[in-house]
């Protein structure tokens, strides 16, 4: 680089960016607008999670719901009562304001307002219930609210709400469809309401008392929350900071050149995400802060080689020689930073990938920034050294160090009294390493959507409200699916072997109904509480007649619920996939949102009682056909068969978790024994221990076991009994392993090949979160490994020593253990917000480890003497690594202050680790390298004249500090 680039070209370079600013901060303006959050889409599409939910979304509409409530929403008396209390009259206005006719054909569609493109379908409660209430279902009126209580109707019976499935066209935007306007929000006047929101106006529904619910309006409240955020702390942050940098380098020029540089750089990488066709999401809304910092420290840095450069040899040309001396250091620790967020494009979770991806390519473009608009800047408005600076500056000589004024300076006292205690120094920062690091232990990660807000916010006020006036919110759904070859039809005449593997209308029906009633009972309000009461065709089919074994009778009944098919396939919760004539039975879930769910548990839980279930069903085919073939094909009705369980029948009490093995077999044995008895079966049980009874006792329970077309055996029973049996003739179902752990295949009694079985999809909102939440933690752990895995090379090529690298990165593993271990510690679990903290918190420790060892080593070279050197660079980088911190972690501290969870974390996070940052550079770094570990570097050979000034020699020789390697 030619001596007088800068001189020549400064104004041209200057104006290119003055030009260029325009164009930055629309795309960085339109890029904040993008804002999208969708958790569904969050992991890669294809994890096993993501593709079973885009196969629930295919065959079923009720995936993305609005619930819609108000004071006043509420629900009238039976219509068969003349005079009883009508409904509110909104509620109907609404549904057919939104959808005008509920079967309409598109050719109708399309001459409709063209506000309802947004909307699929709308269920009311009056609706739901005139269908079940009438042909072909016909529920009692009472029995009908009551299935609907904690769903469509309140605990009270009375308060109601309106649910609208939203269209694709509305999934492409949610925020067009529920947004809201956000005063406080950038250019809040091109934030048009949702249409949804205009409806209700429309509908003369006050807006302001509606209360909103479903996983559209969680992802809408994370875009308006981000733009409060911005709006409102982003000016005061920026200005806290250009107060705090005037304070830091006295100068209202350096001060503006400073923050310009960086504000320039936070939006260059905003508007990047806009050039490349991307949107930004609530993780890369923390870009921008961590941009404006990392440019803080860089131009600080860069400021401090032009003030050396000015007291070498004057302001003429300084910006240059800093430059010069100082590029060398800031691309490394441009590099360092990019890789520690590279790193990130590991991770599995779409919006860390994107947040690692343009982080790094950010970081890359700052660079810009700091190589030609700051030297620029610093060359048509050069800034002299103030008063106290010229007069601090004979301090600046080494040999000063010894005697005189500069022993009294400030940085000169903390390093020598560093050096001169630097093994308790060492000692205590290793101690506090191992102390903090065990917390990593407790660390835990948590995506709670609703955590993300803080309790002020419209969003958690609405679910309080509608979780206590109609029902809880958080969705999950289970699919039960009924292959081809799984099922027969009413007039269809088949085999006894073949009905035994062939359910009917009637028993697919019994089979989810008993589903949904083990987890109404084992997991709803009557047992631990975890959900609400669960929707599925049975809620909106008719009644079964109950303990009716007669054949006739329920030949009538599965007529009947034939021809109510239709019927409950309207209802949105039964259908049959066109490609593989899959019957599909959908079972939706509710679970609270503000109960510290932990959805991994959850999820387990809801497979607990669900398998079970399924692997009875199981166990009642392979019964059934041993029945069918001991009784030469008649009918499978009357057969004798014993179910075979020993020991204590009792249920375990409530406090024992589902998911244990012993709660799953007492779930498997009573589903069993109602699936058995259901098949219309002469069923007995035996509950005898055989290895307490006598040989006569056996002999009788082998003759009593013969006389059965079927054993089937269950429980905990030795396998010599089993084998005993098998050898005295008796026809057997062993049944005992059926209960596999799942995604274990289950294993075939008797050798028969059976058809496809029955099986569950779990999907929904809740397993996907689930995913990313253990998605989360590994990779946390797999980054933060890439990350030291790319830099530690790094800083050995640097050193040119890979025990001296080695040593350097030690004081750099305390900004990550105190942040992660600290958190474990307090137990504050790590959530999407400050998964990218690891990267920022090396990126930072990293950075300012290679200014101090550019300093170092240079005064190393020069005068070969350890402690002179580490003195030397520790007044050359204190000042500006104190000054960075500063004004960059108190100027986003304001943001602790946001009501946006993420961005207070990002707050806290960041002052943590800018101050952590600060402890490792200023006492850990010194002490090690003034202990036996800094014997891994050496004075280099002397190539070039000396950098470091010629020493004043003092008069006295009273020596301060040991000049000893």
Same mark, same amino acid.
């Given at each position: 680089?030619?001596?007088?680039?800068?001189?020549?070209?400064?104004?041209?370079?200057?104006?290119?960016?003055?030009?260029?600013?325009?164009?930055?901060?629309?795309?960085?303006?339109?890029?904040?607008?993008?804002?999208?959050?969708?958790?569904?889409?969050?992991?890669?599409?294809?994890?096993?999670?993501?593709?079973?939910?885009?196969?629930?979304?295919?065959?079923?509409?009720?995936?993305?719901?609005?619930?819609?409530?108000?004071?006043?929403?509420?629900?009238?008396?039976?219509?068969?009562?003349?005079?009883?209390?009508?409904?509110?009259?909104?509620?109907?206005?609404?549904?057919?304001?939104?959808?005008?006719?509920?079967?309409?054909?598109?050719?109708?569609?399309?001459?409709?307002?063209?506000?309802?493109?947004?909307?699929?379908?709308?269920?009311?409660?009056?609706?739901?219930?005139?269908?079940?209430?009438?042909?072909?279902?016909?529920?009692?009126?009472?029995?009908?609210?009551?299935?609907?209580?904690?769903?469509?109707?309140?605990?009270?019976?009375?308060?109601?709400?309106?649910?609208?499935?939203?269209?694709?066209?509305?999934?492409?935007?949610?925020?067009?469809?529920?947004?809201?306007?956000?005063?406080?929000?950038?250019?809040?006047?091109?934030?048009?309401?949702?249409?949804?929101?205009?409806?209700?106006?429309?509908?003369?529904?006050?807006?302001?008392?509606?209360?909103?619910?479903?996983?559209?309006?969680?992802?809408?409240?994370?875009?308006?929350?981000?733009?409060?955020?911005?709006?409102?702390?982003?000016?005061?942050?920026?200005?806290?900071?250009?107060?705090?940098?005037?304070?830091?380098?006295?100068?209202?020029?350096?001060?503006?050149?400073?923050?310009?540089?960086?504000?320039?750089?936070?939006?260059?990488?905003?508007?990047?995400?806009?050039?490349?066709?991307?949107?930004?999401?609530?993780?890369?809304?923390?870009?921008?802060?961590?941009?404006?910092?990392?440019?803080?420290?860089?131009?600080?840095? @860069?400021?401090?080689?032009?003030?050396?450069? &000015? %007291?070498?040899? $004057?302001?003429?040309? #300084? /910006?240059?020689? =800093? *430059?010069?001396?100082?590029?060398?250091?800031?691309?490394?620790?441009?590099?360092?930073?990019?890789?520690?967020?590279?790193? @990130?494009?590991?991770?599995?979770?779409?919006? &860390? %990938?994107?947040? $690692?991806?343009?982080? #790094? /390519?950010?970081? =890359? *473009?700052?660079?810009?920034?700091?190589?030609?608009?700051?030297?620029?800047?610093?060359?048509?408005?050069?800034?002299?050294?103030?008063?106290?600076?010229?007069?601090?500056?004979?301090?600046?000589?080494?040999?000063?160090?010894?005697?005189?004024? =500069?022993?009294?300076?400030?940085?000169?006292?903390?390093?020598?009294?560093?050096?001169?205690?630097?093994?308790?120094?060492?000692?205590?920062?290793?101690?506090?390493?191992?102390?903090?690091?065990?917390?990593?232990?407790?660390?835990?990660?948590?995506?709670?959507?609703?955590?993300?807000?803080?309790?002020?916010?419209?969003?958690?006020?609405?679910?309080?409200?509608?979780?206590?006036?109609?029902?809880?919110?958080?969705?999950?759904?289970?699919?039960?699916?009924?292959?081809?070859?799984?099922?027969?039809?009413?007039?269809?005449?088949?085999?006894?072997?073949?009905?035994?593997?062939?359910?009917?209308?009637?028993?697919?029906?019994?089979?989810?109904?008993?589903?949904?009633?083990?987890?109404?009972?084992?997991?709803?309000?009557?047992?631990?509480?975890?959900?609400?009461?669960?929707?599925?065709?049975?809620?909106?089919?008719?009644?079964?007649?109950?303990?009716?074994?007669?054949?006739?009778?329920?030949?009538?009944?599965?007529?009947?619920?034939?021809?109510?098919?239709?019927?409950?396939?309207?209802?949105?919760?039964?259908?049959?996939?066109?490609?593989?004539?899959?019957?599909?039975?959908?079972?939706?879930?509710?679970?609270?949102?503000?109960?510290?769910?932990?959805?991994?548990?959850?999820?387990?839980?809801?497979?607990?009682?669900?398998?079970?279930?399924?692997?009875?069903?199981?166990?009642?085919?392979?019964?059934?056909?041993?029945?069918?073939?001991?009784?030469?094909?008649?009918?499978?009705?009357?057969?004798?068969?014993?179910?075979?369980?020993?020991?204590?029948?009792?249920?375990?009490?409530?406090?024992?978790?589902?998911?244990?093995?012993?709660?799953?077999?007492?779930?498997?044995?009573?589903?069993?024994?109602?699936?058995?008895?259901?098949?219309?079966?002469?069923?007995?049980?035996?509950?005898?221990?055989?290895?307490?009874?006598?040989?006569?006792?056996?002999?009788?329970?082998?003759?009593?076991?013969?006389?059965?077309?079927?054993?089937?055996?269950?429980?905990?029973?030795?396998?010599?009994?089993?084998?005993?049996?098998?050898?005295?003739?008796?026809?057997?179902?062993?049944?005992?392993?059926?209960?596999?752990?799942?995604?274990?295949?289950?294993?075939?009694?008797?050798?028969?090949?059976?058809?496809?079985?029955?099986?569950?999809?779990?999907?929904?909102?809740?397993?996907?979160?689930?995913?990313?939440?253990?998605?989360?933690?590994?990779?946390?752990?797999?980054?933060?490994?890439?990350?030291?895995?790319?830099?530690?090379?790094?800083?050995?090529?640097?050193?040119?020593?890979?025990?001296?690298?080695?040593?350097?990165?030690?004081?750099?593993?305390?900004?990550?253990?105190?942040?992660?271990?600290?958190?474990?510690?307090?137990?504050?679990?790590?959530?999407?917000?400050?998964?990218?903290?690891?990267?920022?918190?090396?990126?930072?420790?990293?950075?300012?480890?290679?200014?101090?060892?550019?300093?170092?080593?240079?005064?190393?070279?020069?005068?070969?003497?350890?402690?002179?050197?580490?003195?030397?660079?520790?007044?050359?980088?204190?000042?500006?690594?104190?000054?960075?911190?500063?004004?960059?972690?108190?100027?986003?501290?304001?943001?602790?202050?946001?009501?946006?969870?993420?961005?207070?974390?990002?707050?806290?996070?960041?002052?943590?680790?800018?101050?952590?940052?600060?402890?490792?550079?200023?006492?850990?770094?010194?002490?090690?390298?003034?202990?036996?570990?800094?014997?891994?570097?050496?004075?280099?050979?002397?190539?070039?004249?000396?950098?470091?000034?010629?020493?004043?020699?003092?008069?006295?020789?009273?020596?301060?500090?040991?000049?000893?390697?």
């Amino acid at each position: 680089m030619r001596k007088d680039f800068f001189a020549r070209y400064s104004l041209l370079i200057l104006m290119a960016f003055f030009f260029a600013v325009p164009l930055l901060m629309q795309g960085a303006h339109r890029a904040v607008r993008s804002n999208t959050n969708k958790v569904v889409d969050w992991l890669p599409k294809t994890f096993k999670e993501t593709q079973e939910l885009r196969w629930f979304r295919k065959h079923f509409t009720a995936d993305q719901f609005v619930i819609v409530t108000w004071p006043g929403c509420e629900l009238g008396d039976d219509p068969a009562l003349t005079d009883g209390k009508k409904d509110d009259p909104r509620i109907e206005q609404l549904a057919k304001y939104l959808v005008p006719k509920e079967k309409a054909s598109s050719a109708e569609r399309s001459r409709w307002p063209e506000h309802t493109k947004y909307f699929q379908a709308v269920t009311t409660a009056r609706r739901t219930l005139d269908d079940i209430t009438s042909k072909p279902s016909e529920v009692p009126y009472d029995e009908a609210v009551k299935r609907l209580q904690g769903t469509l109707i309140g605990p009270d019976a009375r308060q109601t709400c309106v649910v609208v499935m939203l269209s694709d066209e509305a999934i492409k935007n949610f925020r067009s469809v529920v947004g809201r306007r956000v005063p406080d929000g950038p250019l809040p006047w091109q934030r048009k309401l949702g249409v949804l929101i205009e409806s209700l106006e429309a509908c003369g529904i006050d807006p302001e008392t509606a209360r909103l619910g479903g996983p559209p309006i969680e992802n809408v409240a994370i875009d308006e929350e981000g733009d409060k955020t911005l709006s409102r702390l982003a000016l005061l942050s920026g200005g806290l900071g250009v107060a705090l940098a005037w304070w830091s380098l006295r100068s209202v020029k350096l001060t503006l050149m400073v923050f310009t540089c960086a504000v320039l750089s936070a939006a260059t990488g905003l508007a990047f995400v806009f050039w490349t066709g991307q949107t930004t999401d609530a993780v890369m809304m923390s870009m921008p802060s961590m941009l404006y910092v990392l440019a803080i420290s860089g131009a600080v840095h @860069l400021v401090n080689y032009y003030h050396d450069a &000015i %007291r070498e040899h $004057g302001i003429e040309g #300084a /910006a240059e020689r =800093a *430059l010069a001396h100082g590029w060398k250091p800031a691309l490394l620790c441009n590099v360092t930073t990019g890789i520690g967020l590279a790193s @990130l494009a590991t991770a599995d979770l779409e919006p &860390i %990938r994107k947040f $690692g991806l343009y982080s #790094a /390519a950010g970081v =890359a *473009l700052m660079l810009i920034f700091l190589f030609f608009f700051l030297p620029s800047a610093l060359t048509m408005w050069p800034v002299p050294l103030t008063r106290k600076q010229r007069r601090d500056e004979h301090e600046m000589q080494i040999a000063g160090l010894s005697d005189g004024r =500069a022993s009294r300076d400030l940085w000169t006292r903390l390093s020598t009294g560093i050096i001169r205690h630097h093994t308790a120094v060492s000692l205590a920062c290793f101690a506090f390493i191992i102390a903090i690091g065990c917390g990593l232990m407790r660390v835990h990660t948590n995506i709670d959507l609703l955590k993300l807000f803080d309790e002020s916010v419209r969003v958690r006020r609405d679910y309080a409200y509608l979780e206590e006036h109609i029902g809880r919110l958080v969705p999950m759904e289970v699919v039960v699916e009924f292959p081809a070859e799984k099922r027969r039809a009413a007039d269809e005449k088949v085999a006894a072997a073949e009905a035994a593997t062939r359910s009917s209308f009637l028993e697919r029906y019994e089979l989810v109904d008993l589903i949904q009633q083990t987890i109404d009972k084992e997991l709803g309000p009557a047992g631990r509480n975890l959900v609400g009461p669960s929707l599925s065709p049975i809620t909106f089919g008719p009644l079964i007649p109950a303990g009716s074994k007669d054949v006739a009778r329920r030949n009538v009944t599965n007529v009947k619920l034939e021809e109510s098919e239709t019927a409950l396939k309207r209802s949105g919760y039964l259908e049959t996939d066109p490609e593989t004539n899959t019957e599909l039975w959908r079972v939706s879930l509710r679970a609270a949102a503000f109960a510290n769910l932990d959805y991994g548990s959850f999820v387990n839980s809801v497979r607990a009682v669900i398998e079970p279930v399924l692997a009875a069903q199981r166990v009642r085919e392979k019964a059934l056909q041993q029945v069918a073939a001991n009784r030469e094909d008649e009918s499978l009705a009357g057969g004798a068969v014993c179910l075979w369980n020993p020991g204590d029948s009792n249920a375990p009490p409530m406090t024992v978790s589902v998911e244990t093995p012993a709660y799953r077999k007492h779930v498997f044995a009573n589903a069993t024994q109602e699936l058995l008895d259901r098949a219309r079966l002469k069923l007995q049980r035996f509950n005898g221990d055989l290895s307490k009874f006598t040989n006569e006792q056996r002999e009788a329970v082998v003759k009593k076991f013969k006389s059965f077309d079927c054993v089937v055996a269950i429980g905990n029973i030795p396998d010599a009994d089993i084998q005993a049996m098998n050898t005295a003739g008796v026809r057997l179902v062993d049944a005992r392993r059926e209960l596999v752990p799942s995604g274990e295949a289950s294993p075939v009694a008797m050798g028969v090949a059976m058809p496809a079985p029955i099986k569950a999809v779990y999907t929904g909102v809740v397993p996907i979160v689930y995913k990313a939440q253990r998605a989360l933690l590994d990779n946390l752990i797999q980054s933060s490994f890439w990350s030291f895995v790319t830099i530690t090379p790094l800083i050995m090529i640097v050193c040119r020593s890979v025990r001296g690298g080695a040593v350097v990165m030690l004081p750099n593993v305390l900004p990550v253990l105190v942040i992660f271990g600290g958190m474990g510690w307090l137990g504050i679990s790590v959530d999407i917000g400050s998964m990218m903290a690891a990267s920022i918190a090396l990126g930072v420790a990293v950075d300012d480890t290679i200014h101090y060892l550019t300093w170092y080593r240079e005064a190393l070279d020069q005068l070969g003497d350890r402690h002179k050197a580490i003195i030397h660079a520790y007044r050359r980088c204190a000042a500006p690594t104190l000054q960075a911190a500063l004004i960059s972690g108190l100027g986003l501290s304001v943001f602790a202050f946001s009501t946006f969870t993420p961005t207070q974390k990002m707050g806290w996070l960041m002052m943590t680790i800018l101050i952590a940052g600060v402890i490792a550079e200023l006492v850990m770094m010194p002490a090690i390298l003034a202990g036996p570990l800094g014997t891994v570097f050496k004075p280099r050979p002397k190539t070039a004249p000396a950098s470091v000034p010629t020493p004043h020699v003092p008069k006295r020789k009273t020596q301060l500090v040991s000049s000893r390697s």
